[in-house]
Nanobody
Framework: QVQLVESGGGLVQAGGSLRLSCAAS????????MGWFRQAPGKEREFVAA???????NYADSVKGRFTISRDNAKNTVVLQMNSLKFEDMAVYYC??????????????WGQGTQVTVST
């Protein structure tokens, strides 16, 4: 079992930056791919970024060049650095652990989510 806790969400102006963190506890973390997903009101949860245990990354087209995912296996953390935030980035962001990929079904463990609000 892996427990995931996100932090770092908040209110930011469009064009600003936020850094989301996800702390993992429980069984070993390093064998899992880690992903970030988001869900805006009235919309389905969507893939944002993922990183394999070896450090290979993948991003949704909508965030490429603006968001960066990284992980520290020694500290059991994964970080999503979000720059040049847009109004459409506003959502609840979820950290997830699993075999990986761009679909929710590739992840077994989920955090509770953290709200990102972007003001114009």
């Amino acid at each position: 079992q892996v427990q995931l806790v996100e932090s770092g969400g908040g209110l930011v102006q469009a064009g600003g930056s936020l850094r989301l963190s996800c702390a993992a506890s429980g069984r070993t973390f390093s064998g899992y791919a880690m992903g970030w997903f988001r869900q805006a009101p009235g919309k389905e949860r969507e893939f944002v970024a993922a990183i394999t245990w070896a450090g290979y990354t993948n991003y949704a087209d909508s965030v490429k060049g603006r968001f960066t995912i990284s992980r520290d296996n020694a500290k059991n953390t994964v970080v999503l650095q979000m720059n040049s935030l847009k109004f459409e980035d506003m959502a609840v962001y979820y950290c997830a652990a699993g075999v990986g990929g761009t679909y929710s079904r590739g992840y077994n463990y989920w955090g509770q989510g953290t709200q990102v609000t972007v003001s114009t």
